[in-house]
Nanobody, 127 residues
C-alpha cells in the first residue's frame, strides 16, 4: 500500500532554513511525479513545488522560487524540500503528494490533480 510520511517541520525564525523529508513506501519513487503542497489556517491548499518522474524536472510556485529546492533520492525512496530564507507567510502545514502521471505529461501544482498524500508536517516561521 502506498504511503507517504513527512518529517522535518518545526519552528524557525524569519530568514532561517528547514529541510522537509517525505519517505515513500509501497511504490517505486521513480514511477511517480512528486510534489509539495501547503495549507495555512483558513486558506486553501496550494502547490509549492513538484518534480517530474524520470529525469525529474522541477517546478515552483512564484512565491517560493529562488528560496525552495525540491529533490528526490530514488535509492532512499525519499523526496526533499529545502526551504531557505523563510518568511512568516510560509507558515503552513506542508504535505507531500505523489501521482503516477505518464512521463510525457506535465504535472500540475493544482492539488486536485494529485492522487496520494501524506499526513503533513507543521512549519512555523516566527520570531
Amino acid at each position: 500500500q502506498l504511503q507517504l510520511v513527512e518529517s522535518g517541520g518545526g519552528l524557525v525564525q524569519p530568514g532561517g532554513s528547514l529541510r522537509l523529508s517525505c519517505a515513500a513506501s509501497g511504490f517505486t519513487l521513480d514511477d511517480y511525479a512528486l510534489g509539495w503542497f501547503r495549507q495555512a489556517p483558513g486558506k486553501e491548499r496550494e502547490g509549492v513545488s513538484y518534480i517530474s518522474r524520470g529525469a525529474g524536472s522541477p517546478n515552483y510556485a512564484d512565491s517560493v522560487k529562488g528560496r525552495f529546492t525540491i529533490s528526490r533520492d530514488n535509492a532512499k525512496n525519499t523526496v526533499y524540500l529545502q526551504m531557505n530564507s523563510l518568511k512568516p507567510e510560509d507558515t503552513a502545514v506542508y504535505f507531500c503528494a505523489a501521482d503516477p502521471i505518464p512521463p510525457d505529461e506535465v504535472p500540475s501544482l493544482r492539488p486536485e490533480n494529485w492522487e496520494s498524500w501524506g499526513q503533513g508536517t507543521q512549519v512555523t516561521v516566527s520570531s
